[in-house]
Antibody, heavy 116, light 107 residues
Framework: EVQLVESGGGLVQPGGSLRLSCAAS????????MQWVRQAPGRGLVWVSR????????NYADSVRGRFTISRDNAKNTLYLQMNGLGAEDTAVYYC?????????WGQGTLVTVSS | DIQMTQSPSSLSASVGDRVTITCRAS??????LNWYQQKPGEAPNLLIY???SLQSGVPSRFSGSGSGTDFTLTISSLRPEDFATYYC?????????FGPGTKVAIK
């Protein structure tokens, strides 16, 4: 069974940093592109970032480029999202998602709240 | 960026009703269009990919159609477990973008 389990969310002050993790199991993690998608409270889905299966290429939404860094450790079956310079607009549930452009499996999400 | 719109934004329907949701892209995306269902407090779930392909395990009452800029998700006979919010997403080009969602509520 495919499982994606996010962790690392929480309350952070404006300008602060946070690193999200996503532990993958039930499939060959190193064969798949992975992504982060976020959803602000009561709002819709917004694509954040993606990384190729071997980690050699990444893409970002304009709203996070230069502040967020996606990475992965295929030996640990884990996806990461390093978030720096956080602002109130980054408050959201962050979902770890499998797929290159179609999101076929989603984690349960981890909530990031940016507030003083 | 490709803008995605959906109509209606919400609808009320009864169990057994046929429901149709429309999604429109701001430019042609061929058939690079996916549909997701999201229930309150849960993660989204892939229903339809590349416009009309049913994801494994999804009931056959769900179907998709369309190409170019106009797409449709149809639920042939609404079940109680189908009350949720539905999102379309274009997978044609980065940044991937979603529609604003259509909430299907109980009449």
């Amino acid at each position: 069974e495919v499982q994606l389990v996010e962790s690392g969310g929480g309350l952070v002050q404006p300008g602060g940093s946070l690193r999200l993790s996503c532990a993958a199991s039930g499939f060959t993690f190193s064969n798949y592109w992975m992504q982060w998608v976020r959803q602000a409270p009561g709002r819709g889905l917004v694509w954040v970032s993606r990384i190729i299966s071997d980690g050699s290429s990444t893409n970002y939404a304009d709203s996070v480029r230069g502040r967020f860094t996606i990475s992965r450790d295929n030996a640990k079956n884990t996806l990461y999202l390093q978030m720096n310079g956080l602002g109130a607009e980054d408050t959201a549930v962050y979902y770890c998602v499998r797929g290159e452009s179609t999101f076929d499996f989603w984690g349960q999400g981890t909530l990031v709240t940016v507030s003083s | 960026d490709i803008q995605m719109t959906q109509s209606p934004s919400s609808l009320s329907a009864s169990v057994g009703d046929r429901v149709t949701i429309t999604c429109r892209a701001s430019q042609t995306i061929n058939t690079y269009l996916n549909w997701y269902q999201q229930k309150p407090g849960e993660a989204p779930n892939l229903l339809i990919y590349t416009a009309f392909s049913l994801q494994s395990g999804v009931p056959s009452r769900f179907s998709g159609s369309g190409s170019g800029t106009d797409f449709t998700l149809t639920i042939s006979s609404l079940r109680p477990e189908d009350f949720a919010t539905y999102y379309c997403q274009q997978s044609y080009t980065l940044p991937f973008t979603f529609g604003p969602g259509t909430k299907v509520a109980i009449k």
